[in-house]
């Protein structure tokens, strides 16, 4: 499975951006989707993630209530609407798919492929 994330660029504090990333392969739609971000100099963190059926995301404590996790199996794409940013949410945003659980949604080691990531910056 191949990702392309896009959407990212540059934004005010309190502004909106949307994510995408679009997967190759219809395989996709039985993969669960998370979103993961790394800021300079920090470790790639979880951000949001998605079961293969879609509904209920799943979040981090950072983010919530801002940020809202969809997909569209039929398009093979899941979106990452982001609201409210910070400059904190500055970072490169990575999709990644992998056959995770609900219990393993938050870790890296639980998705085996990676997109490259789009850039978000947030000025203040």
């Known amino acids: 499975v191949q990702l392309q994330a896009s959407g990212g660029g540059l934004v005010q504090a309190g502004g909106s951006l949307r994510l995408s990333c679009a997967a190759s392969e219809r395989s996709f739609s039985r993969s669960a989707m998370g979103w993961f971000r790394q800021a300079p100099g920090k470790e790639r963190e979880f951000v949001a993630a998605?079961?293969?059926?879609?509904?209920?995301?799943y979040y981090a404590d950072s983010v919530k209530g801002r940020f809202t996790i969809s997909r569209d199996n039929a398009e093979n794409t899941v979106y990452l609407q982001m609201s409210t940013l910070k400059p904190e949410d500055t970072a490169v945003y990575y999709c990644?798919?992998?056959?995770?659980?609900?219990?393993?949604?938050?870790?890296?080691?639980?998705?085996?492929?990676w997109g490259r990531g789009t850039l978000v910056t947030v000025s203040s």
């Open positions: 990644a798919a992998g056959q995770a659980i609900t219990s393993t949604l938050r870790l890296t080691s639980s998705y085996a492929y």
């Open positions: 998605i079961r293969w059926g879609g509904g209920y995301g």
